[in-house]
């Protein structure tokens, strides 16, 4: 099964039992079916440059959405939450950390996210992905519905936030990736 049948497998999924899939316990059990690999999504990964991560949306529907993800060593994302989307991270290669944060930007745990293993992401929960590896880490991140109202809190001032632009990852937003 290619890439896209996987995905378009869980859309169907995520369709037909709309009304039981609440948050991302439900999501997480839906994709524990599937098993993913670098090589069948490599068109999606794109180099992180001088960012933290590559970031691509592999897929939209109304349901959900799927983002590839392409993690710097030694790197991580801003602490950030999905705004009204809840979500799941599948890790498809390398070693990296979920880090989760309660409301006032504390660290409540620190989830390992090693080959193939997928950790849940609630609604409004603020995290950060960390990569503190030498290797680069690829992960998929699903959220439903698609992504609206990311909140990014600024990597040296925890008191300032900003609302980023769908397509905007979690990092120090330039001026015009600004809601």
């Known amino acids: ?9 869980i859309d169907q999924i995520l369709s037909n039992n709309k009304q039981s899939v609440k948050g991302p316990a439900e999501l997480k ?8 690999n670098a090589d069948e999504m490599a068109e999606h990964l794109l180099n992180p440059e001088d960012l933290p991560y590559g970031r691509k ?5 109304k349901n959900f959405e799927v983002i590839v993800m392409n ?3 030694g790197k991580n994302s801003n602490i950030h939450n999905h705004g009204n989307s809840f979500g799941c991270v599948y890790s498809v290669t390398g070693n990296a950390n979920n880090v989760l944060y309660n409301e006032n930007l504390e660290k409540i745990t620190t989830i390992p996210l090693i080959n193939n293993t997928i950790a849940e992401v609630p609604k409004g929960i603020f995290h950060v992905i960390e990569n ?5 880490a ?3 991140h699903f959220y439903a519905p698609p992504m609206c109202g990311m909140k990014v ?3 040296e001032n925890k008191t300032k936030s900003y609302f980023v632009k ?3 990852g979690a990092w120090d937003p330039k001026p015009e990736e600004v809601l």
Do not use: G, H
Not at 29 to 36: C, D, H, R, V, Y
Not at 57 to 61: D, K, Q
């Open 71 to 73: 993690w710097k060593p």
């Open 57 to 61: 949306c592999a897929y939209r529907s």
């Open 29 to 36: 059990a839906i994709l524990e079916q599937f098993e993913f």
């Open 153 to 155: 809190i600024d990597s």
């Open 138 to 140: 690829i992960s998929l």
């Open 166 to 168: 769908n397509e905007v």
């Open 1 to 9: 099964m290619t890439f896209y049948e996987k995905i378009d497998q």
């Open 132 to 136: 503190k590896n030498d290797d680069y």
